[in-house]
């Protein structure tokens, strides 16, 4: 993936199921401790989501191959890279993913990280953090087509401009939407699919690379006199290792999830690991050449240099069914939460209505697509980046209201639980809070700008909402709402 849009071995206590302790009478259920799960129970019978299918979407909600990590050798070098790509998951991965499965299991309801902030300072927080996460999900899902129709234009010139190249972009994200539209199951079957043949070439790239790696290039912190872009760096590790917590608004849609949402982050978090990390090794250690041609898409030129141009080529098409897992998997999460935020009455009644033949949020996946196919006529580096400013914002209120639950609810039951107290889980938070951080104080006048317009807003959104619930001027689930409050 781009560092514009986004791994690890030990996660053993996501496996490990909260158990009550001893002798200890079953708790008697408290209202402010419950919240209504926001299933599809009142939708036509849908195939709920398994555990392999659900793996695959958080990896293509996260990574969706080791597309876009080169950038990193670029600006640090070798060495700094694949330290980064096996160090950085233990301090941002592991901990979103941690969190993530805890309030999942705890609040297994369409709408994830919304239902958490709503729960834990109430509804204004829930609206703004619906807000901010559904901005920065739509405007990063609008890329996807785009790199689609700039990987096409390679082979088929007549996609480079004009009408050809407008009629692609709408085609290619009308037929991806309707792919979403036809269920979160086939969704999930088909990252399979894509999944396995966007990989293939990078394993048969490593295999064969193997000869002709030189171990001590691993060692090189970059060439003589080429200054480190920190920025990039570390922009290209924060959004290959992101969006743990976009699975978690499908929650409702998930088979078991007490069991399978903490196996699936376990083994989503360990394979993107090592998918990034496999290829870095062995075309780092294979392959010398300067360090700016480390740009995005270099492995496909390394490809042809290690094994031929007939690798290049795959590799080059496992990128364009990469963007299509991207965009299918972001997709399905901005319109659950979509129909998750209707479901507890922060957006009308009419935001849940779910499809006759599929079951899925077709109101949602229609918003979705319409802003997505906008924004991809426009030249969005400013917007993508203002996007990622939002998500960081979402992300610092998601660390809050998770501390702030284990405080409020402390006899909520939850099915997995993080086996760190409210001390331990601050310092789990805050190294990657700090990180957030910084990635905000760098980023431009632009960015700064956009971002406050958005959060104006959804501000006023909130407010409009509530203006509308006051007067009856729409129907809202007012019940969810009245519980989410308590």
Known sequence: MSPEIHSSRNLGPLSSPQKPPKGQEPARRNPSAELPITTAAAAPASKKLTLVPLIFLIYFEVAGGPYGEEPAVQAAGPLLALLGFSIFPFIWSVPEALITAELSTAFPGNGGFVIWADRAFGPFFGSLMGTWKFLSGVINIAAFPVLCIDYLEKIFSVFESGWPRYFALLFSNLSLSFLNYTGLNIVGVAGIVLGVVSLMPFLLMSLIAIPKIRPHRWGSLGQKGVKKDWNLFFNTLFWNLNFWDNVSTVAGEVDKPQKNFPLALLVAVIFTCVSYLIPLFAVTGAVSVDQSEWESGFHAIAAEMIAGKWLKVWIEVGAVLSAVGLFEAQL?????????????????????????????????????????????????????????????????????????LRRKLPLLKRPYRVPL???????????????????????????????????????????LMKFCKSRKIFKFDISDVEVAQD
Request: charged fraction near 5%; include cysteine; proline fraction near 3%.
């Open 332 to 404: 399905s999460s901005s319109a659950y939460q979509v129909l998750g935020m209707a479901d507890i009455g922060i957006l009308p009644k009419f935001f849940a209505v779910r499809s006759k033949w599929f079951g899925t949020p077709w109101v949602g996946i229609l918003l979705s697509s319409l802003i997505s196919i906008g924004v991809s006529y426009m030249d969005f580096t400013d917007i993508v980046s203002s996007a990622n400013f939002l998500y960081s914002l979402g992300m610092l209120l998601e660390f809050a209201a998770f501390i702030w």
């Open 421 to 463: 107290g409210v001390p331990g889980l601050v310092v789990m938070c805050l190294i990657p809070s700090a990180f957030l951080v910084v990635i905000m104080v760098i980023a431009t006048k632009v960015v700064y700008l956009v971002s406050g317009l958005m959060t104006l807003g959804g501000i006023g959104w909130f407010f």
